[in-house]
């Protein structure tokens, strides 16, 4: 299937594209760890069926030098010990703010302590903007069927420049 609609050609979107871009940027450049930046990022792709986000983030994540296990265990994190307890805390937080619609409560009060315990406010502020930054990008990539497989490392950075 192809994509619907090619956002990357429509003067709209590309003006839209360069002001996410830089919502991006602020939490690119926050004290949130890169790697935990691209674990929720996947996880949180994975769960909204995106494969562009999928594609993008493990491509990314693999040209900074995360390791090839940690990035096929994402989707089972529980069920893993490669990851930090605080890695860990931001995959939980990644799931529940992806999966609302699943959960009354939202994200849990257990869930919101491990994050208040492993990072301070300025990372917290970073990680929840990221969760809703990282659902955002899936939408449109979803909506339009934009396929995954053809990323290449930073392809986007000189575009949004």
Same mark, same amino acid.
């Given at each position: 299937?192809?994509?619907?609609?090619?956002?990357?050609?429509?003067?709209?979107?590309?003006?839209?594209f360069k002001?996410?871009?830089?919502?991006?940027?602020?939490?690119?450049?926050?004290?949130?760890?890169?790697?935990?930046?691209?674990?929720?990022?996947?996880?949180?792709?994975?769960?909204?069926?995106?494969?562009?986000?999928?594609?993008?983030?493990?491509?990314?994540?693999? #040209? /900074?030098?995360? *390791?090839? %296990?940690? !990035?096929?265990?994402? $989707?089972?994190?529980?069920?893993?010990? @490669?990851?930090?307890?605080?890695?860990?805390?931001?995959?939980?937080?990644?799931?529940?703010?992806?999966?609302?619609?699943?959960?009354?409560?939202?994200?849990?009060n257990e869930?919101?302590?491990?994050?208040?315990?492993?990072?301070?406010?300025?990372?917290? #502020? /970073?990680?929840? *903007?990221? %969760?809703? !930054?990282?659902?955002? $990008?899936?939408?449109?990539?979803?909506? @339009?069927?934009?396929?995954?497989?053809?990323?290449?490392?930073?392809?986007?950075?000189?575009?949004?420049?």
């Amino acid at each position: 299937m192809d994509a619907r609609f090619n956002m990357f050609d429509n003067e709209i979107a590309m003006r839209f594209f360069k002001r996410f871009a830089n919502a991006g940027l602020v939490i690119q450049q926050s004290s949130l760890p890169k790697s935990t930046q691209e674990l929720v990022s996947l996880r949180a792709s994975q769960i909204n069926g995106c494969g562009w986000c999928i594609d993008m983030h493990t491509t990314e994540a693999v #040209a /900074a030098g995360e *390791s090839a %296990v940690r !990035l096929n265990l994402v $989707a089972a994190w529980r069920e893993s010990t @490669v990851f930090t307890e605080a890695e860990q805390a931001a995959l939980a937080l990644a799931e529940e703010g992806t999966r609302l619609a699943d959960a009354s409560q939202g994200v849990s009060n257990e869930t919101w302590a491990q994050v208040r315990k492993h990072y301070d406010d300025d990372q917290i #502020a /970073a990680l929840v *903007s990221l %969760v809703a !930054l990282i659902n955002a $990008a899936n939408r449109i990539a979803v909506i @339009v069927h934009q396929k995954g497989g053809s990323y290449q490392p930073g392809m986007f950075a000189a575009a949004f420049d």
